[in-house]
C-alpha cells in the first residue's frame, strides 16, 4: 500500500490510511509532537507502551512532546500494515508492526528485536469525518524480541 490508488479521480480510503500513516511516521522522524497529534480525535483514547491510559489530544500530544525530549529524542520509525479492516465504510482497524530506531536508552524490560530494533504492535482505530480518517483510539504495545 505505498501507492496512492485513485479511483474516478478520487483517492481510495486505503490509499487516504496509507497517507496518514506516512504522515504520522513523517512527524515522529521530525520529533513533531503536534504533526504527530493533529489527526488525533479531541476525544480519542491512547495507551501507551506501558499500559498507560489518556484520553484527548492535548493528552497524546503532551505525551509525545516528553517522549521526544527524552527517551525517544531523535528516534525515527517504520511502519507496517499488518492488516487492514473496514468495519464500516467509515471505520477501520489498522494492525501496525511500528519499528523504532536511534531512542536513547532501552527501556526496561524490552529487548531489541533481531535487526536491532524495538518494536511495537499498535491497533488503530479510525473513523472517517468531513472526508478525512482520524484516529479514535491508539493501542500501542511492545512486542517480544521474538514475536
Not at 55 to 76: I, L, N
Not at 98 to 105: K, T
Request: proline residues 2%.
Amino acid at each position: 500500500m505505498t501507492c496512492y490508488a485513485v479511483v474516478d479521480g478520487e483517492i481510495t480510503d486505503e490509499a487516504a490510511i496509507q497517507q496518514l500513516l506516512n504522515e504520522l511516521t513523517d512527524a515522529w522522524n521530525r520529533g513533531d509532537a503536534q504533526a504527530y497529534a493533529a489527526r488525533f480525535q479531541a476525544d480519542g483514547t491512547f495507551t501507551n507502551v506501558n499500559g498507560t491510559f489518556y484520553v484527548g489530544r492535548e493528552e497524546f500530544d503532551r505525551r509525545h512532546e516528553e517522549a521526544f525530549r527524552r527517551v525517544y529524542k531523535g528516534s525515527t520509525i517504520t511502519a507496517a500494515i499488518k492488516k487492514l479492516r473496514f468495519i464500516r465504510p467509515d471505520v477501520a482497524l489498522v494492525d501496525l508492526d511500528l519499528g523504532m530506531f536511534g531512542w536513547q536508552g532501552q527501556p526496561p524490560g524490552v529487548q531489541k528485536g533481531t535487526d536491532g530494533t524495538l518494536h511495537t504492535c499498535l491497533l488503530m482505530v479510525l473513523v472517517k469525518e468531513g472526508g478525512s480518517w482520524w484516529i479514535a483510539a491508539y493501542h500501542n504495545v511492545w512486542r517480544s524480541a521474538g514475536g
